[in-house]
Each structure stands twice: as structure tokens, then as C-alpha cells.
């Protein structure tokens, strides 16, 4: 871990998942985990670790997931985990999504909630870039009283991994009061995953969501893997991983641009083989042989729930 590393993927680094997601919009349905394997953590939502992180495959792996969100404040389908993105100075996406949180979600109490993208990193990339004064205003005025009511709350992200210096400055001004730490991992070893995971899971010493992971070889540069084969077998070994390391509660699959054209699930209208190789794997692990049934039920009693808009699909998050 260099400086010079660190300077270098400060320019290249930069998280992208957020960066596309699109859907139609669905009839707004809860959920309830229909069987007795599932994970019974409050952690783990709906009983499955198993997530994906933005694109189009959610209607085709639906059925296979615990959760998902989009980075929207207020994503409107099933299992949707909202988030607040950024503190509304990125762009015009980040302003809305800020507005929307303030009128629509703030004074909701969902299950789960995911503090801002990657804040440590310049903003413009996919990273939301906030100030330390930014973020602490708003965790701690806006953010805060939701996990007060209940609410489970993810950290901010980092943007440089177990190079991140900015979430115990961060934890100092708010009492470490998120519940879970949220954390990305760009990796393309096993070796690299663990040394992600042992850092955030030893400095904060909280349950661990994984919101994006992807096959990235990160030294030196963020080049996303275009080999197939490398690829397949780091979702499978990934998803042993994540379902054997009892840290780990919640993991999803990034979708996005900056990935190359091979990891992304979805492609030319269709799961990709990357998309196939995660749907299997994840139809795989212990809890997989139960089912996620959308019901009438109201499992959060969440204000969030009932509320499904979309803005411009193709706006860059
Ligand atoms: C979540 O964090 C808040 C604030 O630190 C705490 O009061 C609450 O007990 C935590 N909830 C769980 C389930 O750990
Ligand atoms: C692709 O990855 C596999 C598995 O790591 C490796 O054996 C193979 O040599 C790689 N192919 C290329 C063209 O690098
Ligand atoms: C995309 O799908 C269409 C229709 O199924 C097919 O004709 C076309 O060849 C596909 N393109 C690629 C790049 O796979």
C-alpha cells in the first residue's frame, strides 16, 4: 500500500457501480423468506446474504436474492435497501436524491438503510466525494434518528478499501453509531478479499455488508478482469466465502460502468455468463433452497415501501 498506489487509484479507483441502473417499475410487494434455513441474523435481510448491486438482472435473479438497491434514496421494489448517496453538491442526480431523502424517506423507519458512496473519493467517477462537515451534518441530523426508531444503519463506503482513512475521523464526530460497516472490494484474489474484510472487521469491530464487490486487479491501477474463466471462478470462490465468513452478512454484485464488458450481469437483453455464473452460485449456498415469495404482507411497516418513483434511468448515479 504505497503512497504512490494510493495517489494512483485516487485517480482511477473510483467506484462505478452506481453508475447505471435501470427497471420497470413493479407492483410495490413485500416479501417474507419462506423457510426454516434461512440466516435468522437481523443483519441479513430476508435471510439471504446474497445481493445485487444496480442493473437490469434484478427481475431474472429476484427470486434468489435477500436484497438489492440502486443508490436511490427510495428504490420502490421489494427488498430494495435505500440509500442516501452523497450530500447533494455532485450533481444534479446527487441534489435530487438529497431532497427526496429529506421529504420521503427521513422520517420513514426502514429495516435496513446504507450511508453515502464512497465520500472519500473526488466526486465526478461514481464516488460522491463530500466534505468530513458535509457528511457529518447529515449523518448526524438526518441519518442518525432513523437508526434511533430501529433502523439498521450501513456506514458510508470507502473508496480506497483497507487504504481508507476517512471512516474513524468520521465515527469520532457521529459515536460509530452505524450499525453495520459497509464496505467495497475490488479485488481479483481470495487473499485480497480477506485482507479487505480482516482490516474493516478488526479497525470497527461490526457485522460487515459487502454493497459492491468485482473482479478488479487494483495494484497500481483499477483494471476490471475481461478474462471469463478468472472471472467464474472468483464469483464461485467469492460466494464460499462470503457464505462461510460468519462477519459477513450481506453481500452484492456490482453492475455498472467502469467494469469492462465482461463482469457486468446483464447483456444485450440477457444474463451474461458472469450473470449465470452468480445466479448459480448463489442458487448454491445453504440457505439457497429456500425461496423469497413476494406476499401482501408488510413486513417493515417503512413509509419507503409504499412509495415507488423513478427518475431518468440513463442518469448517471
Ligand atoms: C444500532 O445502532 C444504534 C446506535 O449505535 C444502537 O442504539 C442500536 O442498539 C443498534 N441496533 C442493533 C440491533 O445492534
Ligand atoms: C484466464 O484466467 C485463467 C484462470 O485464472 C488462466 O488460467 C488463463 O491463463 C487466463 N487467460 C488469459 C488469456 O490470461
Ligand atoms: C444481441 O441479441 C440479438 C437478438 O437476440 C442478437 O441478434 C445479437 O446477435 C446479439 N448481439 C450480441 C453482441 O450478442
Known sequence: MA????????????????????G???????VQVVAEAAIASPFTPNGIKAGISAGNAYYV??????WWYDCKTNPGKPIAVPMLWGAGKADSGDAKRLADFKSKVANSTPPYFLGFEEPDC??????AGMTMDDAVDLWNN????????????????????ADEDWLTPFGQRTNF???????????????????DIDYYYKKYQKPIWVSEFACVNDYWQFT?????????????QIVDLFEADSRIYAYAYSNGYGLGNVWPMWKNG???????????????????????????????????????????PTIRL
Not at 122 to 127: D, V
Request: hydrophobic share 35%; with cysteine.
Open 24 to 30: 420497470a417499475s413493479s407492483n410495490v410487494k413485500s
Open 122 to 127: 473526488k466526486s465526478g467517477s461514481g464516488s
Open 142 to 161: 438526518w441519518v442518525a434518528p432513523m437508526g434511533k426508531r430501529g433502523t439498521l444503519l450501513g456506514s458510508p463506503s470507502m473508496c480506497k478499501q
Open 270 to 312: 440477457t444474463l451474461s455468463e458472469s450473470g449465470r455464473t452468480y445466479l448459480n452460485a448463489i442458487s448454491n449456498t445453504p440457505e439457497a433452497h429456500h425461496h423469497v415469495e413476494p406476499t401482501s404482507n408488510v413486513e417493515s411497516g417503512g413509509v419507503y415501501r409504499s412509495l415507488s418513483f423513478y427518475w431518468s
Open 61 to 66: 435473479v429476484k427470486d434468489h436474492i435477500g
Open 177 to 195: 453509531n452505524w450499525n453495520f460497516t459497509n464496505i467495497h472490494i475490488n479485488k481479483n484474489s481470495m487473499a485480497g478479499v480477506k485482507k
Open 3 to 22: 503512497w504512490s498506489r494510493l495517489i494512483f487509484s485516487l485517480l482511477v479507483s473510483v467506484s462505478i457501480v452506481c453508475a447505471v441502473s435501470k
Open 224 to 236: 476490471p478482469s475481461s478474462n471469463q474463466t478468472e472471472i467464474n471462478i472468483f464469483i464461485n
